[in-house]
């Protein structure tokens, strides 16, 4: 699929043929996320459809999802990048028992290979971009951490010290989500803010809206006409049952 998208109206249809139906002011500014190339930070409680909304992202632009889980501890390396040790040890042992010949420079050189590199879901992002980057929970990491991925995240390039610099063709569709557990990120000064909300009991009198999300059939904003027809139902159930209580008056119809 086209990953440009004409406007939000536009976005709104992409993301219902997924089966996530998106209100003008989520369609709003997951439009302008994408055009101006800025990731989109989604507040919420759990259960409000923020994984939902990536998850459909990715579907409808028919792209790679990529996801970091942050926590509290997460550093750069869980993040970005690790070298495979045992098979760079297994390297070593087969360079000695097959005689090979070189420097240490050569060998040490052998060794921080693509081949060995183990790329951590950031890195991963670069490399298969585009993609789209998952951050998750992103007000569980520290503020070290939310340093870096800022960085990250403005000049989308990484450099590896044994093999140089490596940055996105296209940037990547990032997506931060918090949990509200503590202040605002220090990555939302690089995104665009959504809040999510859990869904009303109720609509509110005199309006149509909200206009329900749903992602897998979880809707996140209950549908007022469904809320109505219901409450007529039961009105017209409450008055059958009081007709059939209502005492006789003794006349002969």
């Known amino acids: ?15 219902g043929a997924t089966g996530y139906l998106a209100d003008d002011e989520l369609a709003t500014v ?6 101006m190339q800025r990731p989109l930070l989604l507040e919420g409680e759990p259960g409000t459809g923020k994984t939902a909304l990536a998850e459909a992202l990715a579907e409808t632009l ?7 889980q942050c926590y509290e501890g997460i550093d750069a390396t869980q993040a970005l990048y690790d ?10 042992r087969a360079l000695e028992a097959a005689g090979a010949e070189g420097t240490v420079e050569e060998t040490e050189k052998s060794l921080y290979d693509d081949r060995f590199l183990l790329s951590r879901p950031v890195l991963a992002a670069l490399q298969q971009s585009p993609a789209v980057l998952l951050i998750d929970e992103v007000d569980r990491a520290d503020d070290e951490f939310e340093a870096f991925l800022l960085e ?14 490596v940055s996105a063709a296209t940037p990547p569709y990032v997506v931060l989500t918090s949990n509200r557990t503590r202040g605002a990120a220090r990555c939302a000064q690089a995104a665009l803010p ?18 329900p999300r749903a992602r897998g059939g979880r809707v996140a904003r209950a549908p007022g006409r469904r809320c109505g027809a219901a409450a ?12 059939l209580r209502r005492p006789s008056t003794g006349r002969v119809p």
């Open 1 to 15: 699929m086209d990953p440009v998208m004409q406007d939000a109206a536009d976005v709104a249809a992409r993301l």
């Open 30 to 35: 997951l439009f302008l996320t994408m055009r």
């Open 62 to 68: 028919d792209l790679p999802l990529i996801r970091l």
């Open 83 to 92: 070298w495979d040790f045992p098979r760079q040890i297994l390297h070593l």
């Open 152 to 165: 990250v995240l403005s000049t989308r390039q990484v450099t590896i010290p044994e093999l140089g610099t």
């Open 194 to 211: 959504l809040p999510l909300d859990r869904p009303p009991r109720s609509r509110p009198r005199g309006g149509d809206r909200p206009v």
């Open 232 to 243: 007529a139902r039961t009105a017209t159930t409450c008055s059958s049952r009081r007709a």
